[in-house]
């Protein structure tokens, strides 16, 4: 038994989406023909509360078409230090669009406090300054649940500050089911939003943008330009629709595994949990330096695959394919390599 706990991204389609996507109705989707990717996007855009949905291949290239369709050569979006498109894409704004990236420490909760925010908006008259166009939030970020109150308070001072609302959401679905409320309430607080339907989701490939007509219509250009457009697409987008139907359904239990598991290795001499990011299907951990090398051994033997940090913070990531009968292996990995 492989136990993989690297990411959610690890997930594989189930037997529904594989007969979805040998079954699919498809068409060539770059001319507007699949019926299939046609579908979810119709869908993602009403989950959403949005009016226009866009099938990217990945979250990376989804992030990346937002920013060049609310940004140009020479403007600014405001992120997150540690934001997934800031630090973990590439550089892709810069590299292909020439938008610089402002980054602002992210408070202890995952949400950008917004007077060291307003810090950095710069005044779009003034020569020397790249223009500030868009700001641009995580949730779920490294699993800490952004609440609505939150959100809703981003947008308004964003738009106050004549900025757009981007939500970098791959885990967004995570959220929603953590504060109880629906992907649309979370949606609504943005211009455009992109989840991932390849992570806790399930589904094998890809990513959505939603945004109005207008802007899906501006991102399916730049999707074309970045080498997005997908032909037959329908085989993935119909494991999509049922990642999309079925997988918020089934967070809860990653959430679950994700407390359980905490609980059991809480107790263990040498590990510390990251206090307070315990909020979705991560747990955050460190241990003792010297110890690394050989929970990494146990872990080996045992068929855990583990991505640990040898020092500060490492994540634990919970989903579907994690059966909750591998708990005790898990622990039993972590207690014998601290162990040694
Ligand atoms: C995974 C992830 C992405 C990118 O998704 P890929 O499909 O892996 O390119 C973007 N943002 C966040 C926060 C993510 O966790």
């Known amino acids: 038994m492989i136990i993989d706990l690297r990411s959610d991204t690890v997930t594989q389609p189930t037997a529904a989406m594989r007969k979805a996507m040998h079954d699919a109705e498809v068409g060539d989707d770059v001319h507007g023909d699949d019926p299939t990717v046609n579908r979810l996007e119709a869908m993602a855009a009403e989950r959403l509360g949005h009016e226009a949905g866009l099938f990217m291949p990945s979250g990376t290239q989804s992030n990346l078409v937002a920013l060049l369709t609310h940004c140009g050569r020479g403007d600014e979006y405001i992120c997150g230090h540690d934001a997934h498109t800031y630090r973990y894409e590439g550089g892709g704004a810069a590299v292909f669009g020439g938008i610089q990236p402002q980054p602002v420490p992210f408070g202890d909760d995952g949400g950008l406090p917004l007077d060291a925010v307003a810090s950095v908006i710069k005044d779009r008259a003034d020569t020397h300054f790249a223009k500030t166009r868009l700001l641009c939030l995580e949730n779920t970020q490294h699993g800490r649940v952004q609440s609505l109150e939150s959100l809703r308070e981003a947008r308004a ?19 929603a089911v953590v504060l109880g409320v629906s992907l649309e309430d979370i949606g609504r607080c943005f211009d455009s939003v992109s989840l991932c339907l390849s992570k806790g989701l399930g589904a094998p490939v890809g990513s959505m943008l939603v945004g109005s007509t207008e802007f899906i219509a501006a991102a399916r250009r730049w999707r074309k330009v970045a080498g997005g457009g997908m032909r037959q697409a329908g085989v993935l ?39 307070g990011w315990l909020q979705s299907n991560m747990v955050w951990l460190s241990l003792p330096e010297d110890k690394v090398t050989g929970v990494l051994a146990a872990a080996a033997e045992a ?26 292996t898990i622990v039993e990995v972590f207690a014998r390599g601290l162990d040694t």
């Open 303 to 328: 068929g855990l695959r583990l991505s640990l940090s040898r020092q500060g913070w490492s994540r634990i990531v919970l989903h579907r394919d994690i059966p909750s009968g591998a708990l005790p």
């Open 237 to 275: 987008a119909a494991a999509g629709i049922i990642a999309l139907e079925e997988g918020p359904a089934a967070l809860a239990d990653d959430h679950a595994k994700a407390r359980e598991l905490a609980t059991a290795l809480e107790p263990l001499p040498g590990i510390s949990l990251r206090p």
């Open 157 to 175: 001072f964003a738009h106050a500050h004549a900025l757009a609302i981007h939500l970098d959401g791959a885990r967004a679905a995570n959220a």
